[in-house]
């Protein structure tokens, strides 16, 4: 049994995992699938990068002590993808001793065979890449970011990056499987080695937060040297050295073109420092972008994960990140184009050919799977023969769109197949009985097929069709790479569920989706006390319960949020948005504009002239492309959260700020 060893990036924990995180695991996750599928041994790892400066920043404003910041959203990762259900083998957080253990290991082994040493840096620092920057034409910008550089002056230790050129050009040029893939990556990465590597500063004294040198605690270890080192010590690098020898060399590490440099050069060189076999490949994806900008928790762009899984379901979340992604590319993520992937090829593609082919056999065989013989349709045959191949060919170099496509050609043939053979017709004619069961047989067998090469992409649905024709085993136990067709046997009773995909109306998903992104939100991470009040595009829920006694805030907190009283000048439906109304409400200061979730309780043209609270210092947000500058607040009440707009009895002038 060969095995398979692959990662995911471990994602720093300053904020919340948002949908380009849930991407790169989500490819991992139908990786790992498919290659259990193949009957390797497969060890999947994830986890979380939990030092350094960012991260040390990152606690302080939220007032936390770093491990307990750290600790809370490292199991907001984990739970993620629990709730996900992806299904990686080992988590491994950097602040765990097993972590740090192997950090110590690997460096003293590159300290002693002579790549470390001592010296002084002065120049620019990127605090949000972690990165030293000494690139004369970088005019104080990061080239990674962008963002303003801060001047640092440190005495540091020092890794001899410079020794490595030679040996790092070697292994991006070795015949046979390219170290780095896509191909556009690796020339970048050549060009970067071939522009000269300057050593590289491994150890600051300017944080505290990380993970002690060795002998010398004035310094922490440099994060990504940390960071990296996780894909060993997930594996039992310095503490399981017989679950390391089994799995060590990581077979395949997953991650976005962004931090390719840390993977591609840095990470192979710290290897042949220690003399530890380097990882067999490195292969970066490309972006999520929306509306034009790098999906980025910095750029407070993001979409998040759960609530297209709660509105659509965990399968048609992963059908779409796969399916519209081509994979290396970037891609553009909107709800339109994600509502348009359901509808069209799992309510109306797979969901509808599941459904009718099993509804005619219990229609005309009692659920009982006709025979075929005496002939089998041979073209559907082949032609399922051909995708089938063509569909592994794509997952083996992951190009999941066009595995994809290969296996939705088979549905497309399927549901011709069955237009032009007409089985409802054949049913009419106690004749035809044979036909009939051909049919009705060569469907069911597509179907058949198709549930096992979407397997991986659809864990979840394909196995249900799996069970609805009868098969009692574990989808993900059987081989993808030894489909046969005629496979199904005659005779085989199903059992028709449930529908799998239901077609939904777009608007009314957009809308949901919509409020739960703002209910989880407002949740808050790190959390915010919440005031008992209504989202601006619905009522959180989550508002009506009293904080807990360990999230109480001082008053310095609550003065940060800035209300005041306004008044409502105009209020109009948000179009295609049933709860949304866009109100101009003036605050004494201005008019301004805010979109509240309010409409199936409110009336617009009765809010006119009612004093109403605002919360008036929100960073603007679009609620279905209309921008909002505020919040207007509202008790939550009841188990469906109605929203009861605040107001007052006396009467209160516009612009007064409530204390
Ligand atoms: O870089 N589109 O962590 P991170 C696609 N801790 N993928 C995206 C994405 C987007 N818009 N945004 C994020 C770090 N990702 C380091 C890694 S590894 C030793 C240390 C995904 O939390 C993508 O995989 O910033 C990217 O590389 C990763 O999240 C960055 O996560």
Redesign the pocket.
């Known amino acids: 049994m060969a095995k398979f060893y692959l990662t995911?990036?471990?994602?720093?924990v300053?904020a919340r995992p948002?949908?380009?995180?849930t991407?790169?695991t989500v490819v991992g996750d139908a990786i790992a699938r498919y290659k259990r599928m193949l009957g390797d041994e497969v060890v999947f790892l994830t986890g979380t990068?939990e030092h350094g400066q960012k991260i040390e920043r990152s606690a302080k404003a939220a007032r936390m002590e770093p491990q307990k910041f750290v600790d809370r959203i490292a199991n907001e990762y984990r739970s993620l993808w629990d709730s996900l259900d992806l299904r990686y083998d080992r988590f491994i957080r950097t602040t765990e001793w097993r972590h740090e253990r192997a950090v110590h290991n690997l460096l003293c082994k590159a300290r002693d065979a002579g790549y470390i040493y001592k010296g002084t840096y002065e120049g620019l620092y990127c605090v949000s890449d972690e990165l030293y920057v000494d690139d004369p034409t970088a005019e104080g910008k990061c080239p990674l970011c962008g963002r303003e550089l801060e001047k640092i002056s440190e005495e540091n230790y020092y890794f001899k990056l410079s020794a490595f050129a030679d040996r790092l050009l070697e292994l991006y040029n070795r015949p046979g499987l390219p170290f780095v893939q896509p191909e556009s990556r690796r020339n970048e990465v050549i060009s970067f080695v071939k522009g000269g590597l300057r050593d590289l500063s491994v150890s600051r004294t300017s944080i505290k937060w990380g993970i002690p040198w060795p002998d010398d605690d004035k310094h922490v270890v440099y994060v990504?040297y940390d960071?990296?080192t996780?894909?060993m010590s997930g594996v039992g690098y310095g503490d399981d050295e017989l679950q390391f020898e089994k799995m060590w060399p990581a077979d395949l590490h997953?991650?976005?073109?962004?931090?390719l440099r840390?993977?591609a050069v840095y990470w192979p060189a710290f290897l042949m420092a220690a003399d530890e076999p380097l990882p067999k490949r490195v292969v970066a994806?490309?972006?999520?972008?929306f509306e034009g900008e790098?999906?980025?928790k910095s750029r407070g762009n993001i979409r998040l994960a759960q609530p297209i899984a709660n509105v659509l379901g965990v399968d048609a979340l992963r059908y779409f990140l796969l399916r519209e992604m081509v994979f290396g590319q970037d891609g553009s993520f909107s709800y339109e184009a994600l509502l348009t992937r359901y509808n069209s090829d799992l309510a109306n593609g797979l969901g509808n050919f599941a459904s009718r082919t099993l509804a005619m056999i219990e229609q005309y065989f009692g659920s009982v799977v006709p025979t075929a013989a005496p002939a089998t349709d041979s073209s559907l045959a082949a032609l399922s023969a051909d995708r089938q191949a063509a569909a592994l060919r794509h997952y083996e170099k992951f190009e999941f769109s066009s595995a994809l496509q290969s296996i939705w050609d088979l549905i497309a043939a399927g549901d011709a197949y069955l237009t032009r053979e007409k089985p409802w017709t054949l049913a009419a004619d106690p004749a035809r009985r044979v036909d009939l069961g051909i049919v009705l047989y060569n469907a069911a067998e597509l179907l058949r097929i198709v549930s096992m090469l979407a397997h991986p992409v659809l864990p979840h649905s394909t196995q249900k069709i799996w069970a609805q024709l009868g098969q009692k085993t574990l989808l993900a136990g059987e081989r993808i790479d030894q489909i046969q067709w005629g496979g199904l046997k005659p005779g085989t009773q199903i059992e028709k569920g449930e529908a799998l995909f239901p077609r939904i109306q777009k608007e009314d998903a957009i809308e949901r989706m919509d409020q739960m992104e703002e209910e989880i939100r407002s949740e808050g991470a790190p959390k915010p006390a919440a005031p008992a009040a209504a989202s601006s595009a619905a009522p959180a829920a989550a508002a009506a319960t009293a904080p807990a006694a360990d999230n109480r805030i001082g008053i310095e907190d609550f003065a940060k949020v800035e209300m005041r009283v306004g008044e409502v000048k105009s209020a109009e439906r948000v179009p295609n948005a049933d709860k949304l109304l866009m109100i101009m409400v003036d605050i004494g200061s201005e008019v301004r504009q805010v979109v509240s979730g309010i409409a199936q309780f409110y009336e617009p043209e009765k809010l006119v002239g009612r004093k109403v609270v605002v919360v008036v210092n929100l960073a603007p947000r679009k609620l279905r492309g209309v921008e909002s500058n505020g919040m207007i607040v509202a008790a939550s009440v009841g188990p469906e959260g109605k929203p009861v707009l605040a107001g007052f009895l006396e009467d209160v002038p516009v612009g007064t700020r409530l204390k």
């Not at 997953?254 to 931090?259: D, H, N, Q, S």
């Not at 994806?285 to 972008?289: A, E, I, P, V, Y």
């Open positions: 995911t990036p471990i994602y720093y300053n948002h949908i380009g995180h991407y790169t990068d990504w960071a990296l996780s894909y997953l991650i976005g073109k962004e931090i840390f993977h994806h490309g972006w999520w972008t790098k999906m980025s």
